[in-house]
């Protein structure tokens, strides 16, 4: 990569930044040059993941949690990721109209970005599209992944702190949530927390929680009403309490070392997974699709003699 290209990324040049965003969503040929060339420019932005399940307001927060930002004059990314149409993979994008107020501003840079069939709700890409944001010099990463429920746990490894929105009417829910999403909280934000309900939630979470106690990090419950902002600027205070629990600890260089390593394993699995699948190996498979399906080779016994090859 030359230096003029990082030195356009540290200037936050839109187009620069969203042509190496296209570059590594395409996997065009040098994307991992580019990536490799600001490595040592990455780890500084702080990644803060905005999940929950459908409705409960992740986007509306999110847009009032950016607002509170930009008032302390902070520089914010934001990653929002959609779900991929049916039909041709492609993101529906309609996080872009929900962020509308703060992606036309200077120290704000949005991309909504397709799933494309990621199982954990983050498009396979967007760690190392928040890379490129931190070779830019964003004080602030901000993933808003889709919201699908448990599955959102891939959203762990690629920020510093979780945050879990909840409305009311997730109070039934709280005993199928203890397996996922209740597990990779730091913080749990009850929205719409005028509703009926609320209450209720607060109490049968905290109880949830309080078994957990023993914890070096016991995540909050903090109340909000995105829509008129109530409760974002107690949110965004606990966000700087994990944030400072993470630097006074060894937590936050475990979380570091945790992305480094699972970075790594990530590439390995799709290097050898498009080494591995090759024309003659799909052929074979067609083969046994010929085959009457009674008297087909199991697909294990094939995936077996597959790796014989």
Known sequence: MTKSILQN??????????????LIENKEESYLDLLSSIFSHTGNAYRIGITGAPGSGKSTLTDQLIKTMLDKNLSIAIIAIDPSSPFNGGAILGDRIRFVNDFKNKNTFFRS??????????????????????ACEFDIIIFETVGVGQVEIDVIEAVDTVVVTLVPESGDDIQMMKGGLMEIADLFVINKSDRQGADRLYASLNRTLELNAHSPWNPNIIKTIATNATGVDLLYENILNHKEFLETSSFGSEKLNQRYIKTVKDYISEFLINEFWTENINDLINKQLDVDYSKRVSPYEMANLLLKK
Do not use: E, H, P, Y
Request: proline share 0%; hydrophobic share 35%.
């Open 9 to 22: 990324l540290k200037k936050k040049d839109n187009r620069t930044i969203s042509k190496c965003i296209s």
């Open 113 to 134: 970005m397709s799933t494309r069939g990621s199982q954990g709700g983050l498009a396979a890409s967007a760690k190392s599209v928040a890379d490129i944001f931190d």
